[in-house]
């Protein structure tokens, strides 16, 4: 029996963000961000909330976080889609991470135009199962890829 859950694509003030935003929460596990951020975006992906909101500067202030966490990552790229494979096992872990910075460019640069930004998950006409939000990283696959932590944001 094939495993396989439904991702919901996120639309983000009224722009679809890269499928793979849905699992940017994974990201946050996979290169080690400070719990408040990952705590951030796993709310951020979790579907069970329809529709969201957050005051820009904290989208901005966690999504720099990631972003800047998954720069620092050069050189890890291999650890990496080696954490996205055992989670995703479809995925094409090179075009997942691509997509996980494309999907923080646009967030912060909407942000950027609005004091409050909304979100929510689109819903698909096919039946979804729950889901398990924990990311999971399989042996060999620490959370702490790369080293130490990046700062914690300003609340």
């Not at 793979?20 to 951030?40: G, N, Q, R, Y």
């Not at 800047?68 to 990552?73: E, F």
């Not at 979100?119 to 006409?125: A, G, L």
């Amino acid at each position: 029996m094939e495993n396989s859950i439904a991702i919901l694509p996120i639309i983000f003030e009224e722009q679809p963000l890269p499928l793979v935003a849905f699992f940017l929460d994974a990201a946050a596990k996979i290169v080690s961000v400070p719990d408040s951020t990952f705590e951030w975006f796993w709310r951020f992906c979790d579907p069970a909330t329809p529709r969201k909101e957050e005051r820009s500067e904290v989208i901005i202030a966690h999504a720099e976080i990631l972003a800047a966490r998954l720069r620092a990552m050069t050189g890890f790229e291999r650890e990496i889609d080696c954490c996205i494979r055992m989670q995703y096992p479809q995925a094409e872990a090179a075009a997942v991470r691509l997509d996980w910075v494309m999907s923080l460019q646009m967030m912060m640069q909407i942000a950027q135009t609005r004091p409050v930004c909304h979100w929510r998950s689109c819903e698909t006409t096919r039946e979804t199962k729950r889901l398990d939000r924990t990311p999971r990283l399989g042996p060999g696959c620490n959370s702490n890829i790369g080293g130490a932590r990046v700062g914690e944001p300003d609340r």
